[in-house]
């Protein structure tokens, strides 16, 4: 008998989630369950969101901020949840749960994923031609790590304690402490 798991594609993946307790995200194939969020990284991703959502209406932007629970598929066996993610172009339906084209896309550290964050999820982020910048937020610490595609093949990374971060694309900035709750 054998004991093989069968491995999943996103299209298989997505109503099997639908139906089940909890977020889930598929790494190469296999269901992920996502780990329950302390009140930090819970503050943290709405901060962001609203940051981000304020930083496009005032560079009147045609996009838009949106927090977790919208799936960026990366390839035929892996889709992540982003804490937040900026997509733009014409607005998506509400019945919108996948999309293929961030421009943006935001993570917040979390003791279970930093590893992840770090490698798996940066790697296939910029795999997406779309993604520009990758946000990795340490709420512990108040850093934002940002990663900008650059040319060829470069992903550019600055570590950021302060002042802003320019998102060009699409073309706007952010201010760092907007990204965190207030302490």
Not at 35 to 45: G, Q, Y
Not at 106 to 122: F, M
Request: include cysteine; aromatic fraction near 4%.
């Amino acid at each position: 008998m054998s004991t093989a798991l069968k491995l999943m594609t996103v299209e298989e993946f997505l109503p099997w989630a639908e139906g089940k307790d909890g977020r889930w995200e598929l790494h190469d194939g296999v269901p992920v369950m996502m780990s329950p969020e302390r009140l930090a990284h819970v503050r943290t991703k709405a901060r962001a969101v609203r940051a981000l959502e304020d930083a496009l209406h005032l560079a009147g932007l045609p996009c838009e901020a949106v927090a977790d629970g919208l799936t960026v598929k990366v390839n035929s066996g892996a889709t992540f949840e982003p804490d937040a993610s900026v997509v733009c172009g014409p607005r998506r339906s509400d019945d919108t749960i996948v999309v293929t084209d961030p421009v943006i896309v935001v993570e917040v550290l979390s003791p279970s994923t930093a590893a992840i964050d770090h490698g798996r999820k940066l790697s296939g982020y910029f795999s997406i031609p779309s993604v520009q910048h990758y946000l990795i937020l340490d709420p512990d610490r108040r850093v934002a790590i940002h990663h900008k595609r650059a040319a060829g093949d470069a992903i550019e990374t600055r570590v950021l304690t302060g002042g802003v971060a320019r998102l060009d694309p699409p073309g706007f900035e952010v201010a760092v402490e907007a990204l965190f709750p207030p302490i």
